[in-house]
């Protein structure tokens, strides 16, 4: 499985954005089972921002509950991450995460498939 993030840019405070997650490579043997996204802002270590199960439970990290929406297109493996009310401190380069369970003859492989992330830059 691999994941590719788009959707980044420049945006003014209190302004919107939405990323997007392209899933690829999952099949019946490889299946996607939480997607996350991770921000890393300069200088600081990569932090947990949401995450979505195959089942649809979100979680959210404290800083963007009520302004951060993550979501899936059912009709494919897209996930989004809409951003509303983007604050400065939101600049970061975003990261998507798929974790995978690999349907194998001696049982299931759980393995990581992460993007190249997106940047988002937040002026005041």
Same mark, same amino acid.
């Given at each position: 499985?691999?994941?590719?993030?788009?959707?980044?840019?420049?945006?003014? #405070? /209190? $302004?919107?954005?939405?990323? @997007?997650?392209?899933?690829? *490579?999952?099949?019946?043997?490889? !299946?996607?089972?939480?997607?996350?996204?991770?921000?890393?802002?300069?200088?600081?270590?990569?932090?947990?921002?949401?995450?979505?199960? #195959? /089942? $649809?439970?979100?979680?959210? @990290?404290?800083?963007?509950? *009520?302004?951060?929406?993550?979501? !899936?297109?059912?009709?494919?493996?897209?996930?989004?991450?809409?951003?509303?009310?983007?604050?400065?401190?939101?600049?970061?380069?975003?990261?998507?995460?798929?974790?995978?369970?690999?349907?194998?003859?001696? *049982?299931?492989?759980?393995?990581?498939?992460?993007?190249?992330?997106?940047?988002?830059?937040?002026?005041?």
């Amino acid at each position: 499985v691999q994941v590719l993030e788009s959707g980044g840019g420049m945006v003014q #405070s /209190g $302004g919107s954005l939405r990323l @997007s997650c392209a899933a690829s *490579g999952s099949s019946s043997s490889a !299946r996607i089972t939480v997607i996350t996204w991770y921000c890393q802002a300069l200088g600081k270590e990569r932090e947990f921002v949401a995450s979505i199960t #195959s /089942g $649809g439970a979100t979680s959210y @990290s404290d800083p963007v509950k *009520g302004r951060f929406t993550i979501s !899936r297109d059912y009709g494919g493996n897209t996930f989004f991450l809409q951003m509303n009310s983007l604050k400065p401190e939101d600049a970061a380069v975003y990261y998507c995460k798929a974790d995978v369970a690999v349907f194998i003859i001696e *049982g299931i492989n759980y393995v990581e498939a992460w993007g190249q992330g997106t940047r988002v830059t937040v002026s005041p």
